[in-house]
């Protein structure tokens, strides 16, 4: 299966932001038990390319993974390298956008605007991010006129309101500290807890 169809079929992008090397494989096992096969490791962590390193040896065979906030075409190339399988960015950057396809990877860069959501479909992004995710209704009203243009809503997502933005028309979700609360020590308790949301968020949008 193609990263891309992956990413579609298991729509929920579990994002790690700021937690140690040491402690990602046992969140993303916690996760994976709760039914969530996608996960994005933010730039802006503890070493990420180590984390995303970790993670590609490791659960690469069952979890697809991928890293955010990628700014510059050396980063691209650098999280690559490590495993990364698709990149996300929180601006539209052609350069960026041409990297990623050019090494392979899944382009999901970051827009709000309708003229930037479609700027980054045209340079070539294979889902677009929109953030932050205000409302469903925003959701459904940029497919009107772009149905084309797959859509990736990031940004207070909850099992409470995914549902709604699954409904107006979006093909995977960015989810966060809603998630994965990194502040949090990492307990057998906070394992636990981490699979049960989980499990909470894919029982939400299941059909």
Do not use: C, W
């Amino acid at each position: 299966m193609s990263t891309l169809s992956k990413i579609k079929e298991y729509p929920i992008i579990a994002i790690i932001r700021g937690l140690h090397p040491d402690h990602v494989v046992e969140v993303a096992e916690a996760l994976y038990v709760g039914g969530i096969q996608v996960l994005e490791v933010t730039m802006n962590s503890q070493e990420p390319l180590a984390a995303i390193r970790r993670l590609s040896e490791i659960m690469g065979e069952r979890m697809v993974i991928g890293a955010g906030t990628v700014l510059d075409t050396q980063t691209v190339k650098a999280t690559v390298a490590a495993g990364a399988r698709f990149i996300l960015s929180p601006v539209v950057d052609a350069d960026v956008i041409k990297a990623t396809k050019d090494a392979g990877a899944v382009s999901i860069p970051g827009a709000f605007t309708p003229t930037e959501i479609y700027s980054a479909y045209k340079h070539g992004a294979d889902i677009v991010k929109v953030f932050p995710a205000t409302s469903p209704a925003y959701i459904r009203a940029i497919s009107g006129p772009f149905p084309q243009i797959p859509l990736l809503p990031s940004g207070g997502l909850t099992p409470q309101n995914i549902n709604g933005f699954k409904q107006a028309g979006a093909v995977a979700f960015g989810v966060g500290s809603t998630l994965v609360d990194t502040a949090q020590p990492i307990t057998a308790g906070y394992l636990q807890q981490l699979t049960d949301k989980a499990r909470d968020f894919v029982a939400a949008i299941a059909d």
